[in-house]
């Protein structure tokens, strides 16, 4: 789902137009900038029953090209991981059971 299809959906939901579509609009985008401007300040963010964002520390390190296999030298990098929450996982495996 895009940020588009996001705010589509909304709007959809949202009966009898009590919210204005550029509210609507606003709220996905503020909502978005927050969470951005959160992580990459280094705090966790969390959102019950759907997940955690969280910013690790990747130190430099020496990597291999898997086409020619020489070495190269990785360059240190935070990276953004997401741990879905326990909502989440029983959606995603209902079926499975």
Do not use: D, W
């Not at 939901?13 to 009590?18: I, L, Q, R, S, T």
């Amino acid at each position: 789902m895009t940020k588009s299809e996001l705010v589509n959906n909304l709007i959809l939901e949202n009966k009898n137009n009590k919210i204005p579509i550029n509210i609507i609009k606003n709220m996905v985008e503020e909502i978005l900038c927050c969470m951005i401007l959160n992580i990459s300040q280094g705090h966790r963010i969390e959102i019950r029953g759907f997940g955690s964002f969280t910013l690790y520390y990747k130190a430099s390190r020496i990597g291999r090209n898997p086409k020619t296999g020489s070495l190269l030298q990785l360059k240190s990098r935070y990276i953004i991981h997401f741990k879905p929450g326990k909502k989440l996982k029983e959606q995603i495996n209902f079926k499975l059971n």
